[in-house]
């Protein structure tokens, strides 16, 4: 069975902090590992990461997988109240569509 | 830019009904899912859907589920019988073919079984 877990469940920081959050996986066949942010309702697409070592990279946001240890980490820099939310890790296996296996999130919470 | 919608955005049915979920999916996409979220728990991969027939399904899409592509533009889910455990946020998502496998997920339709 597909297992993602995420840590830590849940994050206080000051405006103007960086943030690492983590996601550790285990899964059969691996073939992508996705972040979605998660305000009031829908997770909104955030990254697709398929190697090893290559950031993406997205204004204050960025990401990197490491395949050996079967981890990502999701970085936010000069953190704003905005970021608020919920930070979901989902991974997907080779099979003939997608099947996205989700992690917990992290609550992220900015205070100003 | 382009984005998944969803109908309703809140459901209220008794137990025992049968209700039907609506989504638009992006309109070049031709992967279509199911997902759903219990209040407070991970977000669950239901089935996905695509070329007119079922691609995968999880364990929680049992018989009382289906899915229907009806037209060109919507896709539906169906739940026979509701139960108290089906009260949970249902999100749509789609996605393109060709090895992007993003999914862009709906605003979620909250169904509350009494």
């Known amino acids: 069975e597909d297992k993602v877990v995420q840590s830590p469940l849940s994050l206080v920081v000051h405006e103007g902090d960086t943030v690492t959050l983590n996601c550790s996986y285990e899964v059969t066949n691996f073939r992508s590992l996705l972040w979605y942010k998660q305000e009031k309702k829908a997770p909104t697409f955030l990254f697709m990461l398929?190697?090893?070592?290559i950031e993406k990279k997205s204004g204050r946001l960025s990401s990197i997988l490491d395949k050996k240890e079967l981890s990502s980490i999701l970085n936010i820099t000069a953190t704003q109240t905005g970021d608020s939310a919920i930070y979901l890790c989902?991974?997907?296996?080779?099979?003939?569509?997608?099947?996205?296996?989700f992690g917990e999130g992290t609550q992220l919470t900015v205070n100003p | 830019e382009p984005e998944v919608t969803q109908t309703p955005s809140h459901q209220v049915t008794q137990m025992g009904q049968e209700v039907i979920l609506r989504c638009v999916p992006i309109?070049?996409?031709?992967?279509f899912y199911w997902y759903r979220q219990i209040l407070g728990q991970k977000v669950e991969f239901l089935v996905s859907f695509y070329n007119n027939e079922i691609s995968e399904k999880s364990e929680i899409f049992d018989d009382q589920f289906s899915v229907e592509r009806p037209d060109g533009s919507n896709f539906t889910l169906k739940i026979r019988s509701t139960k108290l455990e089906d009260s949970a946020m249902y999100f749509c998502?789609?996605?393109?073919?060709?090895?992007?496998?993003?999914?862009?997920f709906g605003p979620g339709t909250r169904l509350t079984v009494t």
């Open positions: 998502a789609s996605g393109k073919a060709g090895g992007l496998w993003e999914q862009y």
């Open positions: 989902a991974v997907d296996r080779e099979t003939s569509g997608s099947r996205l296996t």
């Open positions: 398929t190697s090893s070592g």
């Open positions: 309109s070049n996409h031709l992967y």
